[in-house]
């Protein structure tokens, strides 16, 4: 919105909550790069920093909900200024999870580099993993500059992320009927990619808020989804 | 229609949305002089709903209440044009007697304004004057609805006889209230009912307002947003004299669709 609120200290309290949610997003944003980085580099170190990385995207996350809280009660906004506060709550609420799922997949990594690698799953996941990082910078930005367009096309990134998804998990079954030593691992990096297509969808869950956000109704069309892997099965050849 | 009567044939069936509109107001504008104060304003008051009128000073809400109850009669330099029907009657035909609209319309102003007489006096009196009783047991049947009506029946009922002047501000503003419908109007009109009032009486007039619209189609000006948005189903934005959105309240107060009810609402500068 360009115009400026008469009372000059709610755009500033706006800004300053804006301003967290983009930090926030940052922080979300090199936590999933750095654990996917730790996956591909077998790099357990690294792994063990995202683990202990996620605190401040907690906190931050607390900070936001008091700050949204507060303002709600001193300024009692309606209409833009209502939709954004609630908006900037739930967006903080969906990079939370994200920030739990970068550090589930750290958590993983710490058995995955023990194990030899399969295939080039790793490389699949890295990939994956980009796209979604990628989807979350974008919407965070359209969240900064109210571009609904930006976020309804990110919002429709996220069939793409499932595609890659169907394909690994396919590619994951094959390893494990193959040979039994890769179960383990590969039981590992079939959920490491469930959180990433996690992660897609709450990116592609704030598009939808952004969309709210800037028209003040939620888009009317359904979202695609293209995740198969709950009815996925491999046919085992008994010969 | 006679002078001596104003007595439209309203349905009691149930508003749904504003299908069966109580007032319908068509193309109406209003001139002071040469300055005009309202521009083609066309809209719908619907019964047993509030209907909040908003915009900043001198947008013209105050001037669209009177006008539905005839108050700017009282200004010479006022002219009104366009029709206003209020059960399908224009209440501006000549042969419309205004006494008798303003008991079918009543009106609560900004600040309580009592009788210079006793409680029970201040609620009888319009009954009086309009005939609306033939015994003093009636009467004083009557009264007590009335103060019931506005929640103050609980306050005052062991003080009949002293003055209205020595209640409170919020006590004065519910008699008022109660004055207006002792003469069974069908429309209540209040020009901020509570600005003056601290927040227990304003809420006490809000809760009042919604018990009141079970029988009576309300509007109110009120330049409280909160106080638009808590007590009332539809809301009409006003600016320079235009009505630039009208529509349910929830939908004004969280996606207004005009960017002026936008920058009104949201402390803006528009």
Redesign the interface.
């Known amino acids: 919105?360009e115009?400026?609120?008469?009372?000059q200290s709610?755009d500033r309290d706006l800004e300053k909550i804006k301003g967290l949610l983009l930090e926030m997003g940052g922080l979300v944003e090199t936590q999933l790069a750095d654990a996917i980085t730790a996956l591909v580099n077998r790099d357990s170190k690294l792994g063990k920093q995202v683990k202990k990385s996620d605190k401040p995207i907690n906190l931050l996350e607390q900070e936001i909900n008091e700050k949204a809280v507060r303002l709600l009660a001193l300024r009692?906004?309606?209409?833009?200024?209502?939709?954004i506060i609630v908006s900037i709550m739930k967006a903080a609420a969906n990079l939370e999870r994200i920030g739990d799922y970068a550090k589930n997949i750290a958590k993983r990594t710490s058995v995955v580099v023990k194990c030899p690698p399969v295939g080039s799953a790793a490389n699949t996941l890295k990939r994956m993993n980009t796209m979604v990082i990628n989807m979350i910078n974008d919407v965070l930005d359209a969240f900064i500059a109210d571009d609904i367009e930006t976020a309804d096309a990110v919002r429709l990134r996220d069939e793409e992320v499932d595609l890659v998804h169907n394909t690994l998990f396919r590619e994951l079954l094959t390893y494990m009927m193959e040979d039994q030593r890769n179960i383990s691992p590969s039981m590992h990096l079939l959920f490491i990619a469930k959180n990433i297509e996690r992660c897609g969808d709450h990116a592609a869950q704030i598009a939808e808020q952004v969309h709210y956000m800037v028209?003040?109704?939620l888009p009317e069309d359904k979202r695609p989804k293209s995740d198969k892997t709950s009815t996925m099965t491999l046919e085992v050849d008994q010969n | 229609m006679t002078l001596q009567t104003f007595n439209p044939e309203i349905s009691t069936e149930p508003v749904i949305e504003i299908k069966q509109p109580v007032i319908t107001v068509k193309d109406v504008n209003v001139f002071y002089g040469d300055k005009q104060a309202l521009k083609n304003i066309s809209l719908d008051i619907p019964k047993n709903k509030v209907t909040s009128l908003i915009g900043p000073s001198g947008c013209g809400k105050t001037t669209f209440l009177k006008c539905i109850n005839r108050m700017n009669d009282l200004i010479d330099i006022c002219r009104v044009e366009g029709e206003i029907l209020v059960g399908g009657q224009d209440i501006y035909d000549p042969a419309v007697d205004v006494v008798a609209l303003r008991a079918h319309i009543g009106m609560v102003f900004q600040k309580p304004n009592p009788f210079p007489k006793s409680i029970f006096e201040n609620v009888a009196y319009g009954m009086r004057i309009h005939n609306l009783t033939n015994s003093k047991s009636e009467l004083g049947d009557r009264v007590e609805s009335a103060l019931r009506g506005a929640a103050i029946w609980e306050e005052v009922r062991d003080r009949l006889d002293q003055p209205g002047t020595s209640l409170s501000g919020g006590q004065q503003q519910r008699l008022c209230i109660a004055r207006a419908i002792a003469v069974e109007p069908k429309i209540i009109l209040m020009d901020e009912p509570a600005s003056a009032l601290d927040p227990i009486a304003t809420a006490k007039i809000e809760e009042l307002m919604d018990e009141l619209r079970k029988n009576y189609a309300i509007v109110i000006v009120t330049h409280s947003m909160q106080q638009a948005a808590r007590v009332s189903q539809f809301t009409a934005f006003f600016h320079m004299g235009e009505l630039v959105e009208h529509g349910k309240t929830d939908k004004i107060f969280t996606s207004p669709g005009d960017e002026r009810t936008q920058n009104y609402i949201t402390g803006r500068i528009g």
Do not use: E, K
């Open positions: 919105m115009s400026t609120h008469i009372v709610f009692q906004p309606v209409a833009a200024d209502l939709r028209a003040g109704s």
